[in-house]
């Protein structure tokens, strides 16, 4: 290190070796590529013309190639000689719905069917435009209610981005019962146990609110994620985006596995707890229901 604090390396003979550059600052590869245009990113407003992503969208870019990257890590889960049917219940402005479509049929070549599902008729009416501007023949959406859906028999992956509440449970639900080979959830908004939950041990903190909310919150995934188990899941819970961006940033991840069976105590361990903070909700009664329980 010279007086001026530039630091170098010396060989014995005293010849001065540069250091390398250790900096970090390398671009990061995504998915959908940020410098060409990708024609549903342009057309939804993410990209321009050129394939610049605009800089108030640089949040949904992230997010989006996000989402595919949990997808991308489940793909030797899903059949790559069969179609696949994907579902994408309260779509929306459909950012992820095109996104998946894209990737698995576009990119991969994976011959897919995709729906997408909302209850907002003009939201369904611009999409359907869309999709047929262009030219994503297998790529269709329909307005209705995830509790009341019946438009298929089989389905190989559901994917739910912020359902609102009880809505979450209604699409697990579904999943399980079409058998769905991968289940990717990010839940939002979860009331019922909020209102639900009791704990006399818990009581010194359960009376403030917000944190109230937050485990309620913390605990509706977590049983969520232990109901899937005992339906013969691969259940994680992952971070979906960063946290400065949303607190709403959980993602259930669910690979259905051929005759896996949960550990015994899985059961007795959910009703244990459901039991002792009253937590019992709809995803366990829909499940118990189905299976005249």
């Given at each position: 290190?010279?007086?001026?604090?530039?630091?170098?390396?010396?060989?014995?003979?005293?010849?001065?070796?540069?250091?390398?550059?250790?900096?970090?600052?390398?671009?990061?590869?995504?998915?959908?590529?940020?410098?060409?245009?990708?024609?549903?990113?342009?057309?939804?407003?993410?990209?321009?013309?050129?394939?610049?992503?605009?800089?108030?969208?640089?949040?949904?870019?992230?997010?989006?190639?996000?989402?595919?990257?949990?997808?991308?890590?489940?793909?030797?889960?899903?059949?790559?000689?069969?179609?696949?049917?994907?579902?994408?219940?309260?779509?929306?402005?459909?950012?992820?719905?095109?996104?998946?479509?894209?990737?698995?049929?576009?990119?991969?070549?994976?011959?897919?069917?995709?729906?997408?599902?909302?209850?907002?008729?003009?939201?369904?009416?611009?999409?359907?435009?869309?999709?047929?501007?262009?030219?994503?023949?297998?790529?269709?959406?329909?307005?209705?209610?995830?509790?009341?859906?019946?438009?298929?028999?089989?389905?190989?992956?559901?994917?739910?981005?912020?359902?609102?509440?009880?809505?979450?449970?209604?699409a697990l639900y579904k999943a399980v019962r079409w058998?769905?080979?991968?289940?990717?959830?990010?839940?939002?908004?979860?009331?019922?146990?909020?209102?639900?939950?009791?704990?006399?041990?818990?009581?010194?903190?359960?009376?403030?609110?917000?944190?109230?909310?937050?485990?309620?919150?913390?605990?509706?995934?977590?049983?969520?994620?232990?109901?899937?188990?005992?339906?013969?899941?691969?259940?994680?819970?992952?971070?979906?985006?960063?946290m400065e961006h949303t607190p709403k940033n959980l993602?259930?991840?669910?690979?259905?596995?051929?005759?896996?069976?949960?550990?015994?105590?899985?059961?007795?361990?959910?009703?244990?707890?459901?039991?002792?903070?009253?937590?019992?909700?709809?995803?366990?009664?829909?499940?118990?229901?189905?299976?005249?329980?």
């Amino acid at each position: 290190m010279n007086k001026k604090g530039k630091a170098s390396i010396k060989e014995r003979s005293g010849r001065a070796i540069p250091l390398a550059n250790l900096s970090h600052n390398r671009k990061k590869r995504y998915i959908l590529p940020e410098d060409e245009p990708v024609p549903f990113l342009v057309e939804l407003g993410v990209q321009s013309q050129s394939g610049k992503v605009l800089d108030k969208k640089q949040k949904k870019f992230r997010q989006i190639n996000r989402f595919l990257e949990f997808i991308r890590d489940v793909l030797p889960k899903l059949p790559r000689d069969e179609r696949l049917t994907i579902l994408d219940f309260g779509c929306g402005k459909s950012y992820l719905t095109f996104a998946v479509y894209y990737y698995l049929k576009i990119q991969m070549g994976y011959a897919v069917r995709m729906i997408g599902l909302d209850l907002k008729k003009d939201v369904i009416r611009h999409c359907n435009e869309l999709a047929k501007k262009l030219g994503y023949e297998d790529l269709a959406f329909y307005e209705g209610d995830i509790s009341s859906f019946e438009g298929v028999d089989r389905v190989d992956m559901v994917m739910t981005l912020h359902a609102c509440d009880t809505a979450t449970d209604y699409a697990l639900y579904k999943a399980v019962r079409w058998g769905a080979r991968v289940i990717l959830s990010v839940p939002c908004c979860q009331h019922e146990m909020n209102q639900k939950i009791q704990s006399n041990l818990l009581q010194p903190v359960l009376k403030y609110g917000i944190v109230k909310e937050r485990i309620a919150s913390l605990l509706t995934d977590g049983l969520r994620a232990s109901l899937l188990e005992q339906e013969g899941y691969d259940v994680q819970i992952l971070e979906f985006i960063d946290m400065e961006h949303t607190p709403k940033n959980l993602l259930i991840r669910a690979v259905r596995t051929e005759g896996r069976r949960p550990a015994e105590n899985v059961r007795e361990s959910y009703e244990r707890l459901c039991d002792e903070m009253c937590l019992h909700g709809t995803l366990e009664y829909l499940l118990r229901e189905n299976k005249g329980e």
